[in-house]
């Protein structure tokens, strides 16, 4: 923790940073924490696992130490494209803020009715802290019963990924909501031309960081299977009988191809649960927890989880579908080969995926290694 007192936080902020078993800031947090900390606007680009979450956390939870709080007041706002980053960020909120008397709430779409008047009473009675996806947000806002008139800063994370999934319009919308006064922090994992606009619209002369942008882990190890698309379930079942991995992650395109994968590797007597639209919130949260804790070993996962979810130690990631993106195949081999350790990746392509193999080869600027058959 030592090399977080340059930062000269309040004692409570670096008792929570201590109980988190954060040793030394990464590279987005030496940059970014001193910028905000000094009031600016930051547009920061760094890839998935880089500790950008921090980077925001920490000066924001420093400022509000400092503050005469006034219990029914909103100050930050974070917006997120998803509720399992919702859930993330509110786990680190947990964590950081242990010895702060703060109070935050995740304001994200599914559950019950129970749910909603929990996320309601939070708002109304205010919470310092407010981490939202944006169309739950805006449905709260449009009761009129949210009041973020004494709002300081506004934070915009995964912000590639909230335009992919068509949330400019709302982020506009909300954005006209609020104080014209206030501090802009957006985060993004690539930086396209449309987030670099959007960011001249809504940011004031922002301190710009990049790091190792759109770029993966270096101890991460890439492979390809060139596959016949039938021939992609019995791979997967090949490669699961050969070894016992601690940590995996399967993405497929579908739900579809995701229970059906789900159903071949439980044949095996492996630890797997299978994460998709199908299931309710309270299931996907279960999902989760166990595969964090390792009570599972391996998650078959859509999409859903391809960003924004900060799962530690895995040792294997696997494309059964090349990402639609290459953006998507930096973040989904983003989850291995975490903190300095190794991990591989490996990438199933039939012929209708070659196209989307060379545009991620062009990304990247190599070649991805070309497993033998039979390997």
Same mark, same amino acid.
């Given at each position: 923790?030592?090399?977080?007192?340059?930062?000269?936080?309040?004692?409570? =902020?670096?008792?929570?940073?201590?109980?988190?078993?954060?040793?030394?800031?990464?590279?987005?947090?030496?940059? $970014?924490?001193?910028?905000?900390?000094?009031?600016?606007?930051?547009?920061?680009?760094?890839?998935?696992?880089?500790?950008?979450?921090?980077? %925001?956390?920490?000066?924001?939870?420093?400022?509000?130490?400092?503050?005469?709080?006034?219990?029914?007041?909103?100050?930050?706002?974070?917006?997120?494209?998803?509720?399992?980053?919702?859930?993330?960020?509110?786990?680190?909120?947990?964590?950081?803020?242990?010895?702060?008397?703060?109070?935050?709430?995740? =304001?994200?779409?599914?559950?019950?009715?129970?749910?909603?008047?929990?996320?309601?009473?939070?708002?109304?009675?205010?919470?310092?802290? *407010?981490?939202?996806?944006?169309?739950?947000?805006?449905?709260?806002?449009?009761?009129?019963? =949210?009041?973020?008139?004494?709002?300081?800063?506004?934070?915009?994370?995964?912000?590639?990924?909230?335009?992919?999934?068509?949330?400019?319009?709302?982020?506009?919308?909300?954005?006209?909501?609020?104080?014209?006064?206030?501090?802009?922090?957006?985060?993004?994992?690539?930086?396209?031309?449309?987030?670099?606009?959007?960011?001249k619209t809504i940011l004031k002369n922002p301190v710009q960081i990049d790091i190792a942008a759109s770029k993966p882990a270096d101890g991460a190890i890439q492979g390809v299977y060139m596959l016949e698309e039938q021939q992609k379930l019995d791979k997967i079942v090949e490669l699961f009988s050969k070894d016992e991995v601690a940590g995996?992650? *399967?993405?497929?395109?579908?739900?579809?191809?995701?229970?059906?994968?789900?159903?071949?590797?439980?044949?095996?007597?492996?630890?797997?649960? $299978?994460?998709?639209?199908?299931?309710?919130?309270?299931?996907?949260?279960?999902?989760?927890?166990?595969?964090?804790?390792?009570?599972?070993?391996?998650?078959?996962?859509?999409?859903?989880?391809?960003?924004?979810?900060? *799962?530690?130690?895995?040792?294997?990631?696997?494309?059964?579908? *090349?990402?639609?993106?290459?953006?998507?195949?930096?973040?989904?081999?983003?989850?291995?080969?975490?903190?300095?350790?190794?991990?591989?990746?490996?990438? %199933?392509?039939?012929?209708?995926?070659?196209?989307?193999?060379?545009?991620?080869?062009?990304?990247?600027?190599?070649?991805? %290694?070309?497993?033998?058959?039979?390997?």
């Amino acid at each position: 923790m030592s090399e977080f007192k340059q930062f000269n936080f309040k004692d409570e =902020v670096f008792q929570g940073i201590d109980a988190m078993g954060y040793e030394k800031p990464t590279p987005i947090q030496i940059e $970014a924490i001193p910028a905000i900390m000094e009031g600016k606007d930051v547009l920061g680009c760094a890839q998935t696992g880089t500790g950008k979450t921090a980077a %925001f956390l920490l000066p924001i939870l420093n400022r509000l130490c400092d503050k005469d709080i006034e219990g029914d007041k909103i100050y930050t706002m974070i917006i997120v494209p998803t509720r399992e980053l919702a859930l993330q960020i509110d786990q680190q909120l947990e964590g950081f803020g242990y010895f702060m008397n703060l109070s935050f709430i995740s =304001v994200y779409g599914g559950g019950d009715s129970s749910t909603w008047e929990q996320q309601k009473t939070a708002l109304v009675m205010g919470a310092e802290i *407010v981490i939202a996806t944006p169309g739950r947000l805006l449905s709260h806002l449009a009761l009129g019963y =949210v009041d973020l008139s004494h709002l300081e800063c506004l934070i915009l994370d995964e912000a590639d990924r909230m335009l992919d999934m068509g949330f400019y319009d709302d982020i506009m919308t909300i954005i006209k909501l609020l104080p014209k006064k206030r501090q802009n922090l957006l985060f993004s994992a690539t930086m396209p031309s449309r987030i670099r606009t959007m960011a001249k619209t809504i940011l004031k002369n922002p301190v710009q960081i990049d790091i190792a942008a759109s770029k993966p882990a270096d101890g991460a190890i890439q492979g390809v299977y060139m596959l016949e698309e039938q021939q992609k379930l019995d791979k997967i079942v090949e490669l699961f009988s050969k070894d016992e991995v601690a940590g995996a992650i *399967v993405f497929a395109s579908s739900k579809i191809r995701v229970k059906e994968i789900n159903s071949a590797l439980k044949k095996l007597k492996l630890s797997v649960a $299978a994460i998709h639209s199908d299931l309710d919130q309270k299931e996907r949260e279960q999902v989760m927890r166990d595969f964090k804790n390792r009570k599972l070993q391996i998650l078959v996962a859509t999409d859903i989880i391809s960003r924004g979810i900060d *799962v530690e130690g895995l040792d294997l990631i696997i494309n059964y579908d *090349v990402p639609r993106d290459p953006e998507d195949y930096i973040h989904r081999i983003g989850r291995t080969a975490r903190a300095e350790k190794s991990g591989v990746a490996l990438t %199933f392509v039939s012929k209708k995926d070659i196209g989307g193999l060379k545009k991620i080869e062009r990304f990247l600027g190599k070649q991805l %290694f070309k497993i033998p058959s039979g390997s």
